[in-house]
């Protein structure tokens, strides 16, 4: 059984209808982005990372407002970006794939499509490449030839416990991850879903590649977390932070394996 930590480290003022692709009643009331990296915590203290976020330079040049970098985060909860192993890429967006260059001894785990997505055609338009910045995806590269990536194509498993869900959608090699807690099978459905209500109203967010797709992909999270959609992690809702505990080892830290507030 894991545990696992959401660590917020930035956040987004932004109001509803940014956040939908369809026309909502709420259209002009606040509804913020936080953008978080998620610590899995498992046997034998084995450590896996679910993406590594954007740095200060990045959240300047894009208007986001950073909490906390990162790797602060990770030593509050008394580890460091050194001592990770493994980092699950959900996909190549700069917010979750910004600090690759923090983890010098951890693979990469990522699916095939995304890294053909991000250097392929598609990269020639404008408005597909532009959730994500080149040096990141460069950087990936690098990784690549120096032995440092491992593959999946669709499903894997990255320890124990710990497997990785390819479903496209926001992105055309987007991965969800469901790790075995306690309470059920977690599903870390990042991008899959920005917000609660992108799934409960079947309401899109507007940054995605194929839309039937992000429409599977909120079905497939469901059936991982075995129906159970308390166990399904969108990935920015600062609701995350209001439905689950807070962690005993840091204020900006929550605990999403133990049972949330009802």
Same mark, same amino acid.
């Given at each position: 059984?894991?545990q696992?930590f &959401?660590?917020?480290?930035?956040q %987004? ?10 026309? *909502? $009643? +709420? ?6 982005m936080?953008?978080f ?5 498992g046997?034998e ?7 590594t976020?954007?740095?200060?330079a990045?959240a300047a040049?894009?208007g986001?407002?950073i909490?906390?970098p990162a790797?602060?985060g ?16 959900t996909?190549?967006?700069y917010?979750h ?18 890294v &053909?997505f991000a250097?392929?055609r %598609? ?6 490449r532009h959730?994500?910045? *080149? $040096? +990141?995806?460069?950087?990936?590269v690098r ?5 440092r ?7 894997g498993e990255?320890?124990p ?15 969800m991850?469901?790790?075995?807690t306690?309470r059920?099978?977690?599903?870390i ?8 209500a992108n ?5 899109p967010?507007?940054?995605?590649y194929d839309?039937?797709?992000m ?5 497939k999270a469901?059936?991982?977390?075995g129906?159970d959609?308390?166990?399904?992690i969108p990935?920015?809702?600062p ?6 505990p807070?962690?005993?080892l ?9 049972p949330?507030y009802?």
């Amino acid at each position: 059984m894991w545990q696992v930590f &959401a660590l917020r480290y930035a956040q %987004h003022d932004r109001n509803a209808q940014a956040n939908f692709i369809m026309p *909502v $009643e +709420d259209a002009h009331d606040a509804m913020p982005m936080d953008y978080f990296v998620w610590l899995l915590r498992g046997p034998e203290g084995r450590e896996i990372l679910v993406d590594t976020g954007f740095d200060t330079a990045t959240a300047a040049r894009r208007g986001r407002s950073i909490l906390r970098p990162a790797e602060d985060g990770l030593r509050a909860l008394g580890t460091s970006a050194e001592a990770i192993r493994d980092v699950v890429v959900t996909h190549l967006h700069y917010d979750h794939a910004g600090n690759l260059g923090l983890f010098p001894n951890a693979t990469f785990h990522i699916q095939d499509r995304e890294v &053909a997505f991000a250097t392929g055609r %598609h990269m020639c338009s404008h408005c597909l490449r532009h959730p994500f910045e *080149v $040096e +990141d995806v460069v950087r990936l590269v690098r990784a690549v030839y120096a032995d440092r990536v491992r593959f999946h194509d669709g499903e894997g498993e990255v320890a124990p416990g710990v497997t990785l869900h390819g479903i496209g959608g926001h992105s055309d090699g987007l991965q969800m991850v469901r790790v075995a807690t306690e309470r059920g099978p977690l599903v870390i459905a990042g991008d899959a879903s920005h917000y609660y209500a992108n799934m409960a109203r079947e309401n899109p967010f507007p940054i995605v590649y194929d839309l039937g797709a992000m429409v599977q992909g909120w079905r497939k999270a469901r059936a991982l977390a075995g129906g159970d959609e308390s166990l399904v992690i969108p990935g920015h809702d600062p609701l995350v932070c209001r439905r689950f505990p807070v962690s005993d080892l840091d204020a900006e830290a929550w605990r999403l394996d133990l049972p949330p507030y009802s």
